[in-house]
């Protein structure tokens, strides 16, 4: 594979954003001496014992997450990126930020009213984090905001894509948008006045509502006081202006203005002294009690329900809202003036995301490609089946299609051979071709065994529906196991083939989702190896029987073998560069955070072993430590796609293994959920995958390097290089080419 240099549009000036922890406490230092093996490889050696329990040599996990989501803003400044993609990077930091407060922020204010902080494995305790996250997430908010009103908005209306402010409406525009108002708003909006007959209503997680002020007296007597209008979620957040009433583009006016400019209408007689939007953000976390549930699908029917309604994490207001409003509010929601976020522009700014399909600017947007297919399917022209019997298939989304695992699924639903498929589902969509295949094969008379894993956080009631359906068709449905998630990605196929049954299989490290299929990076293998298929087999077993834990041959899986497998890896790794052989460790996944698993890298980091880690989001880790990590380096990929797969390649003395996984290293990965990880037996797909992380490590274009201060800095090409960008080489590597 040729590395692609790009020649993209200039590159916005290199950024180094703020630190994970700061301020950051020294780490403890050791003295190194170097000792010279046989071979002439150089490796460092503690002379002292470093204490690699030690809280300065971790990250805290929230603030690094924080740090993620600051990556993701910093796409909407690069000028690299297409104009409404750099809009879609903000819009994804401020869902990625409301689902923040919903978990992260909620779990700690829980600990802290249950008095049951304990301090992570860098010794903050959670009211620690929460005064930090606090400061930082106003000052992210502030900033989010300034891009959006003075670089972002200003762009596109250069382009011909215009949110009017109230103040710019022309006179025909204001007729067109009370017109509007009366016949689209008005007869769905319910305004409530505040009085002891009428209490503070329940408002809905992430709702916009305006809060009014009001004077005189209304046709009961009423003095006015304060009134609620929660803002109907059936309607639009962008109202599209007609064209013959503008410009030309296209320009949107947005609910919150014109709902501010005919509140008055709601209240009539009465004087509207001050109307402001705000949004509550409350936990949505969903807490099912494991020993106490007998029904797993109708505990979480009525969770679904509260989560609309649980506690108060975050208030957004309107920056021009009088403080005595903004504290009646904070009164009424039960929070802090730290918790009070004021801003300059929609207060639900996610739902901007709905521009994307409301403009036809392509030339605005990355431009579309076909994902390519391997060569072994593209020359096979009879069963799917025949092409993964020859040699097992790997499949690289989005660069390579996801169709080829749906042709297998509807192949085995029609094919009068195909005994039975087992499938889990974690996230698969609403409207899933993975799942008309399994209603079709159930239907065919196959024996259709399917795990859903309800718990997938905010698709449960997506995959209730899945399993209602599944179960309509005459599908085994499965919820796993109560008290762990199956997270584990695969398929499994039994055909009738001679007489005698064949399996094979589908393992891989993203959802079965077509949409996320194009837009995360995931890889996943075709195989009908039957050693490793058998082994597919025995983890369906164990999660829709019961029994002992069964040997695997080929596969590791958690939460029984996957973590001291991969523990006892990284220390052979350590124990042949204690021997002065060469020693190398490359890890992509999405977040690091077990300790033991950190604690292994270090102590192998300090035996010589040069590892690189390809970190997308949270890393506690700290690279470049001396005496405990100077041999580790990390780096974190934000780009086009979001890095999703999670591979673990390791030396081994020359007889390299390459493992690719469903899990991160984290604790919920390796102790509380079921997943697998899966060895590429076939050197020319170990190869190629190895080939693939080096690209990502030659990547100048996309990459920001983590420094043992918690800063981040954007990689950029030195003096005469070209620009790298992984995913484009990867893209011109194995989409299809056009034509």
């Known amino acids: 594979m040729t590395v692609k240099k790009t020649t993209s549009a200039p590159r916005a000036p290199k950024r ?120 930082r997430c106003h000052e992210l908010v502030d900033r989010q905001y300034r891009i959006l009103n003075e670089l972002l908005f200003p762009a596109l209306e250069q382009e011909g894509i215009r949110f009017i402010r109230r103040d710019q409406w022309t006179p025909q525009q204001n007729d067109w948008i009370e017109s509007f108002f009366k016949q689209e708003i008005l007869p769905v909006i319910s305004p409530i006045g505040l009085d002891p007959s009428h209490p503070f209503p329940r408002l809905v997680n992430k709702s916009l509502n305006f809060i009014v002020s009001l004077e005189g007296k209304d046709a009961f007597g009423r003095e006015g006081g304060l009134a609620i209008l929660p803002a109907p979620r059936s309607l639009s ?207 065919n008379g196959k024996e259709v065994t399917v795990v859903i894993e309800l718990r997938a956080r905010f698709d449960e009631a997506d995959n209730l529906t899945l399993a209602s359906r599944l179960q309509e068709a005459g599908a085994i449905v499965i919820y796993g196991v109560v008290a762990y998630k199956t997270h584990a990605k695969m398929m499994h196929l039994l055909r009738r083939e001679e007489g005698e049954l064949r399996h094979y299989a589908h393992l891989g490290t993203g959802n079965y989702h077509a949409k996320t299929a194009r837009l995360y990076t995931d890889y996943g293998l075709l195989t009908s190896n039957q050693v490793l298929c058998e082994d597919v087999h025995k983890v369906f077993l164990q999660l829709c029987g019961m029994g002992q834990v069964l040997n695997m041959q080929q596969l590791l899986h958690a939460p029984f073998t996957l973590h001291k497998s991969l523990v006892e890896k990284i220390e052979r790794e350590a124990e042949h560069a204690k021997a002065g052989k060469k020693a190398r460790i490359v890890i992509k996944t999405n977040s690091v955070t077990e300790p033991k698993l950190i604690k292994a890298l270090y102590k192998a980091s300090q035996a010589g072993v040069q590892i690189d880690m390809i970190v997308r989001g949270i890393c506690c880790l700290k690279p470049g430590v001396p005496g405990v990590s100077e041999n580790i380096k990390v780096r974190s990929i934000i780009g086009r796609f979001l890095e999703h797969t999670r591979v673990f390649s390791f030396y081994n003395d020359g007889q390299e293994e390459t493992w690719c996984a469903s899990a991160d290293f984290m604790e919920r990965n390796m102790f509380h959920r079921v997943e697998t990880c899966f060895p590429l037996l076939e050197n020319r797909l170990a190869t190629r995958v190895r080939k693939d992380l080096e690209t990502y490590l030659l990547d100048n274009c996309q990459s920001w390097s983590l420094a043992s201060d918690g800063s981040y800095t954007l990689n950029q090409p030195g003096e005469n290089q070209g620009e790298v960008s992984a995913q484009e080489t990867l893209l011109a590597a194995y989409a299809e080419k056009p034509s």
């Not at 499938?423 to 409207?431: I, K, N, S, V």
Request: glycine content about 4%; hydrophobic content about 40%.
């Open 16 to 135: 180094r954003t703020s630190s994970v922890n700061e301020p950051v406490a020294s780490a403890p230092k050791a003295t190194l001496r170097v000792n010279q093996s046989k071979n002439g490889v150089r490796k460092r050696l503690p002379a002292d014992p470093v204490n690699l329990d030690h809280p300065d040599l971790y990250f805290n996990r929230e603030l690094s997450h924080l740090q993620f989501n600051v990556r993701v803003l910093e796409q909407s400044l690069d000028s690299s990126h297409p104009l409404l993609n750099r809009l879609l990077f903000l819009l994804i930091f401020s869902s990625n930020l409301d689902e923040f407060f919903e978990i992260r922020v909620a779990g700690l204010k829980r600990q802290v009213a249950l008095d049951r902080e304990k301090p992570g494995v860098d010794g903050m305790r959670p009211r620690d984090v929460l005064k930090e996250i606090s400061l």
């Open 237 to 443: 957040r962008l109202v599209r202006i007609p064209d013959d009433l503008c410009e030309s583009g296209d320009n949107f006016v947005f609910l919150s203005s014109v709902i501010h400019a005919h509140a008055e209408q709601l209240f009539p007689g009465m004087k509207v002294k001050g109307c402001y939007q705000f949004r509550l953000t409350r936990n949505a976390d969903l807490s099912v009690d494991h020993e106490e549930v007998s029904d797993l699908a109708s505990a979480l029917k009525g969770e679904l329900l509260s989560r609309r309604y649980g506690d108060a994490v975050r208030l957004e207001v309107a920056d021009n809202c009088p403080d005595e409003l903004a504290s009646f509010l904070l009164r009424q929601f039960g929070l802090s003036d730290d918790e009070l976020y004021r801003v300059n522009g929609p207060v639900n700014l996610n739902r901007l995301m709905a521009v994307m399909g409301l403009v036809n600017r392509p030339d605005l947007q990355y431009p579309p490609f076909t994902p390519g297919l391997p060569k072994a399917l593209r020359k096979e022209e009879g069963s799917i089946f025949n092409a993964i019997r020859q040699n097992d298939i790997l499949l690289h989304q989005p660069f390579e299609g996801f169709s080829p695992v749906e042709d297998l699924l509807r192949e085995a639903a029609s094919d009068p051979d195909v005994v039975a498929i087992k499938q889990t589902l974690y996230r698969t969509g609403a409207d899933s071709s993975i799942v008309n295949a399994l209603v079709e094969a159930a239907r």
